[in-house]
């Protein structure tokens, strides 16, 4: 009997028949696509790509200037990408402290929806409006220099962490929370031991990230005032120093190089 | 006064009918088992008990120790009181995984310690080796720096009932318990519970899936089907035969095949010695 079975090639069960309906929905999802592009062609003026052919001489002269960049002020320039460091510190720092309650506030699964509703819309806008709106406003508010620039990290990466701390607990295992809740804790000791403990690898590392993206937006906070690196970056930039404009770039490179490998490190730690 | 009361309690999940009209009470100082098919209602009925789940219609009440829980689908403020005296133990444990074994046992403390304590993490010395007591008292004493998803199931569950243990509980709930557990670890975590019932004193209702079980430890089973009490009496009577009359097919599924015929009702055995029926290697 087996002989015969093996022998005999048993012809293949036969194809599914096509689903029309998935056919017709691939292709709306790739129509959307091409129109959505489509549309925001000229009015990005995407057409102007060819000038970057064209113009090839222009770039390679600009080019050119940054060639050669001049180290002579390094000490002036060190001194403000650690400033510019500092204020992301303390920018991440009081937005990871705000997130916590914001981001538990804003789960579906810790509160009824006529409170995290509200508490979402809040960090939407927090995120909404960019660090250097708000730097702009800050600058009004409390005056120029670095205290300006760590009140708008501040409020921007809690809207920002919020959101991805809120998300971390709306994955959490119910169960362990549930067990607490069984021996008479209260709802915020639910949080505290039931919650806390499951999100807090991931918090960490969103926190951690947002610190490389902080120092990453520090570096141009200075340009509307608010201290940095960003300050004499755009003053080099606007008299037309290439060879100091090359070298601020470099440093600025070479820091968030540094602050990155040194998160995913400590990223590694945790997790 | 009994230590659970339930009156009329129903329980609708969308158009399901869950439990329907059920009352119960249980004595101080019972074993009872519950029973029934998967989907017959025993692990609803427990969590109702447990407050953690609020019964559906007007009529419905459940009080422990002689305090009213819930009442027409809405859990009174004593509920959270009353939770500390209630230890409820979850077939998937439900311990914190990253927390280490002694804290998870540590939370058991957290309704009788003033909040801000607790909600700090503060725990006493006295509360600290009374954790550590109930951890050996369940043998697992040597896990307590572990964190506890390092611990296998049976040791997991016998963790879980430290913090009952720990809330110094007076009824026990424990949600098929053994459900996830391997033959050898079943047996050891019945153990603890009818020992725990023994000395203790403590109250104890167990929701089972195998008879065998309910027979072995428990003098009392409260058998459910479709959400409605079939069967309320001792558990010696629980023959193969009276299953298959309660539950038709259904029985197959709560009784082990080499089961038949039904053993002698034994008290929980003292000793290791004492002969293990089939169904432990099973």
């Known amino acids: 009997m087996t002989m015969e079975t093996t022998a005999r090639p048993v012809a293949p069960p036969a194809l599914p028949p096509r689903d029309w309906s998935r056919t017709a929905f691939n292709l709306l999802v790739w129509g959307g696509l091409v129109a959505g592009l489509t549309w925001a062609w000229a009015p990005a003026e995407m057409f102007r790509v060819v000038n970057l052919f064209t113009d090839a001489g222009n770039m ?122 069984a021996t008479g804790a209260t709802k915020l000791q639910e949080v505290v031991f039931g919650v806390i403990p499951q999100v807090l690898p991931l918090w960490i590392s969103f926190s951690l990230y947002r610190f490389e993206s902080n120092v990453r937006s520090a570096t141009v906070l200075g340009l509307v005032g608010a201290g940095g690196i960003g300050q004499v970056l755009f003053e080099s930039i606007r008299g037309f120093y290439y060879a100091e404009t090359a070298a601020i770039l470099i440093v600025v490179v070479v820091t968030v190089t540094v602050v990155d490998l040194i998160s995913q490190q400590l990223r590694k730690l945790v997790i | 006064m009994a230590a659970v009361s339930v009156q009329g309690l129903s329980k609708t999940f969308g158009k399901k009918q869950a439990l329907c009209d059920i009352s119960l009470d249980v004595a101080p100082g019972e074993m009872v088992a519950l029973i029934g098919a998967s989907g017959s209602g025993k692990s609803t009925l427990i969590r109702h008990i447990a407050g953690l ?84 008292r369940v043998s697992i004493d040597e896990t307590a720096r572990q964190r506890s998803s390092t611990l296998s199931g049976g040791q997991q569950q016998r963790a879980a009932i430290a913090r009952a243990l720990v809330q110094g509980a007076r009824l026990l709930l424990a949600d098929e318990p053994i459900a996830s557990l391997d033959p050898a670890s079943a047996k050891r975590v019945m153990e603890t519970l009818a020992e725990i019932n023994r000395q203790d004193g403590i109250t104890v209702v167990v929701s089972l899936h195998q008879v065998e079980y309910a027979r072995r430890y428990c003098p009392r089973t409260v058998a459910l089907r479709d959400g409605v009490i079939a069967y309320d009496g001792p558990s010696t009577a629980l023959t193969p035969a009276f299953l298959r009359e309660l539950y038709g097919e259904a029985s197959e599924e709560l009784i082990l095949p080499e089961d038949e015929p039904a053993v002698a009702p034994a008290p929980p055995p003292r000793s290791r010695s004492v002969p293990e029926p089939a169904f432990a290697t099973a």
């Open chain 2, 53 to 136: 789940e609020r019964g559906t219609g007007a009529p419905c009440c459940i009080d422990v120790f002689g305090k009213r829980l819930q009442e027409a689908g809405k859990l009174t403020r004593e509920a959270r009181e009353i939770r500390r005296e209630v230890g409820v133990i979850f077939q998937q444990f439900n311990l914190v995984n990253r927390l280490p074994v002694l804290t998870n046992v540590l939370i058991g403390h957290l309704g009788r310690i003033p909040a801000w304590r607790g909600t700090l993490g503060f725990f006493s010395r006295e509360e600290k080796q009374a954790a550590m007591a109930s951890l050996a």
């Open chain 1, 60 to 181: 390679a002269e600009y080019a050119s200037g940054f060639l050669d960049p001049n180290f002579r002020d390094l000490d002036y320039y060190f001194d403000e990408i650690i400033l510019t460091v500092q204020i992301a510190i303390w920018g991440t720092l009081l937005a990871v402290i705000a997130a916590v309650p914001f981001g538990i506030l804003s789960a579906n699964n810790m509160a009824p929806w006529w409170i995290y509703q509200p508490v979402r819309r809040l960090m939407d806008a927090f995120r909404a409006i960019n660090e250097l709106v708000f730097a702009v406003l800050f600058v009004v508010a409390v005056g120029l220099g670095p205290f300006a620039g760590v009140m708008a990290l501040f409020v921007h990466t809690t809207g920002v962490l919020a959101k991805l701390f809120s998300e971390a607990v709306e994955a959490i295992d119910p169960r362990p929370v549930e067990g607490i809740r």
